[in-house]
Structure formats: C-alpha cells, structure tokens
T-cell receptor
Framework: NAGVTQTPKFQVLKTGQSMTLQCAQD?????MSWYRQDPGMGLRLIHY???????DQGEVPNGYNVSRSTTEDFPLRLLSAAPSQTSVYFC??????????????FGPGTRLTVL | AQKITQTQPGMFVQEKEAVTLDCTYD???????LFWYKQPSSGEMIFLIY??????QNATEGRYSLNFQKARKSANLVISASQLGDSAMYFC?????????????FGRGTQLTVWP
C-alpha cells in the first residue's frame, strides 16, 4: 500500500490564483480530512469527509473547497489564493470514526507559498 | 482552555537512554482517543501510538509506550533506548468521540534531540 499520497510537494502561487491540492489513499478509508500547519498555531482542520459524496467544514474552511467523488480521492481547492494561505497542508485518513479504527494517517504534506 | 498541553518545548537525551515526553489533555467527553505523532525535519507526520480512554492497559509499540493516567488526564510518551533517528518534533493529539468532525486536537509539540 502507498498509504496517503499528496501532490504536489511544493507549490508557489501568486495572489488570486487558484489551484488544487491532490490527496489519495489506497487503504479503503472512509474518513478523510485536510489540515493546515502554521507556526505557533499547530494543526487546524479545514474540511473533512466521512465517505464518498459527504463533506463538511472544519475549523478554518474559508477560502477552500473540497469534494469526495470516490472513496480514494479528496482534493482541496484554493479558490483565490491569499498570502494568509501560505502554510503546510496535510491530508489524513482513517478507516472510520469508530474507536480503535479512528487512527488518522497523514500524507507527506504540501508546502504552499502564496506571494 | 487548551485541549492538549505539552509543556516541554525541547528535550535532550543521550543515545540509548529513555526519555519521557509530557502531555496533558482536557475533555469532558468520556470516550476519546489519544495519539502521538512524530514529525522529523523532513516534515511528514508519522503515527506512533494510540490509547483509548477505556483501555485498561497502557499502550506499547516497540520502543514506544504510553503512560496513561486517566485521573490526572495525562498521556506521556516514553521512548526507551533512544536512537539518533528519534530526533524530531513529537505531537500529542486527542479525538473526542462525541464529535462527528473527527477532528484531532494537537499540542504545540516537543522538539526532541538525541545526542551521541
């Protein structure tokens, strides 16, 4: 198993540009999520999904969209990039939200810089 | 109030020694999970160990063990026989199972340095 994969690893955008961060998992996990990691702020939940076709907002959803058309993929779209979105983005997944199956496994991260 | 508190910004340990990284948590949810992650300088988040709130025994995974003291709301990570490759940032995290978000609350982390 490849686990959780993310592309790209690094990205530089100009203010106002849009882009999609890709996330895929091959573990048949129902739950997927996106976090951003900022110095002094820890990791914050952006959006999450409990299954194909079901998504919802996390703690800091503004400026981001998600969709979940398949169990495997959970892309994160930046609609109009802003410097405040400069961060490291992690995708994570778990088999479910039930006890003992809710360990979240993280992808390698995408380091995004918005100029 | 912070959900997860890690009071040690940095810790130093000599190779082959044991080290304890502190973590306290705050929740009123009777069902929760506690997790430790390792983040090396390369940036990835690596899952290390899990403890459920109803688990009677402390979790162990190889050289990692979790010292779970429920009444004190602490979940300290113990690394035995430290290796140079253990040098990394370590995060304690909690998921409250009464929440449908599945959100993990993270502490600010402890930077562990293992010296030869």
């Amino acid at each position: 198993n490849a686990g959780v994969t993310q592309t790209p690893k690094f990205q530089v955008l100009k203010t106002g540009q849009s882009m999609t961060l890709q996330c895929a998992q091959d573990m048949n996990h129902e739950y997927m999520s996106w976090y951003r990691q900022d110095p002094g702020m820890g990791l914050r939940l952006i959006h999450y999904s409990v299954g194909a076709g079901i998504t919802d907002q996390g703690e800091v959803p503004n400026g981001y969209n998600v969709s979940r058309s398949t169990t495997e993929d959970f892309p994160l779209r930046l609609l109009s990039a802003a410097p405040s979105q400069t961060s490291v983005y992690f995708c994570a997944s778990s088999y479910s939200l039930a006890p003992r199956t809710d360990t979240q496994y993280f992808g390698p991260g995408t380091r995004l810089t918005v100029l | 109030a912070q959900k997860i508190t890690q009071t040690q910004p940095g810790m130093f340990v000599q190779e082959k020694e044991a080290v304890t990284l502190d973590c306290t948590y705050d929740t009123s949810d009777p069902s929760y999970g506690l997790f430790w992650y390792k983040q090396p300088s390369s940036g990835e988040m690596i899952f290390l160990i899990y403890q459920g709130s109803y688990d009677q025994q402390n979790a162990t995974e190889g050289r990692y063990s979790l010292n779970f003291q429920k009444a004190r709301k602490s979940a300290n990570l113990v690394i035995s026989a430290s290796q140079l490759g253990d040098s990394a940032m370590y995060f304690c995290a909690m998921r409250e199972r009464g929440s449908t978000l599945g959100r993990l609350y993270f502490g600010r982390g402890t930077q562990l340095t293992v010296w030869p």
